[in-house]
T-cell receptor, first 115, second 109 residues
């Protein structure tokens, strides 16, 4: 158990709909990352938040948005869903580290199926 | 952002040592080399991280030559449970993080 929680575990919806995925980072971690993984693909970095502020943006579509709240949990909003948005969405968190790059701890993921 | 290149797949017999090499020719001074392991339908799990020379933990060793343009993840005496995808990352600070396609390791009994 990484300490990162994601809800829901599974989500089935229809094209054109909007969904919200939720992530709670490990206790004390200020950074939250979102990734998308389509079938048999590598992980695509979407966005990184640190203590409520956006720090880096990857290949995130305009239909997608995210935010990190004062209690440090994060939500990823996906709108106008298309069939191609079906994927596993992972959230990861990391904390302060004296040196090196912060190790990321991944949640169990949310499997989104768009029909 | 440093680009990494690693083999798409590898096969190994149980009990053997497995070495997976990753190329990162344009690694920057502040970049660290990190390896993750991912099982199907699970989030990646951190294995090891290093800056130069050799790093060893209870799971693996990481060898980094002086020029840091490549690195080798060494898994001693693999078992069937080590069958997974292994990702090499080169990251420094708050950069976009690119996992790439990874190396799919298949351990054969």
């Amino acid at each position: 158990d990484s300490g990162v929680t994601q809800t829901p575990k599974h989500l089935i919806t229809a094209t054109g709909q909007r969904v919200t995925l939720r992530c709670s980072p490990r206790s004390g971690d200020l950074s939250v990352y979102w990734y998308q993984q389509s079938l048999d693909q590598g992980l695509q970095f979407l966005i990184h938040y640190y203590n409520g502020e956006e720090r880096a943006k990857g290949n995130i579509l305009e239909r997608f948005s995210a935010q990190q709240f004062p209690d440090l949990h994060s939500e990823l909003n996906l709108s106008s869903l298309e069939l191609g948005d079906s994927a596993l969405y992972f959230c990861a968190s990391s904390g302060r580290r004296d040196r090196g790059v912060n190790e990321q701890f991944f949640g169990p993921g949310t499997r989104l199926t768009v029909l | 952002l440093a680009k990494t290149t690693q083999p798409i797949s590898m096969d190994s017999y149980e009990g053997q040592e497995v070495n997976i090499t990753c190329s990162h020719n344009n690694i920057a001074t502040n970049d660290y080399i990190t390896w993750y392991q991912q099982f199907p339908s699970q989030g990646p799990r951190f294995i090891i991280q290093g800056y130069k020379t050799k790093v060893t933990n209870e799971v693996a060793s990481l060898f980094i030559p002086a020029d840091r343009k490549s690195s080798t993840l060494s898994l001693p005496r693999v078992s069937l449970s080590d069958t997974a995808v292994y990702y090499c990352l080169v990251v420094g600070g708050y950069q976009k993080v690119t996992f790439g396609t990874g190396t799919k390791l298949q351990v054969i009994p």
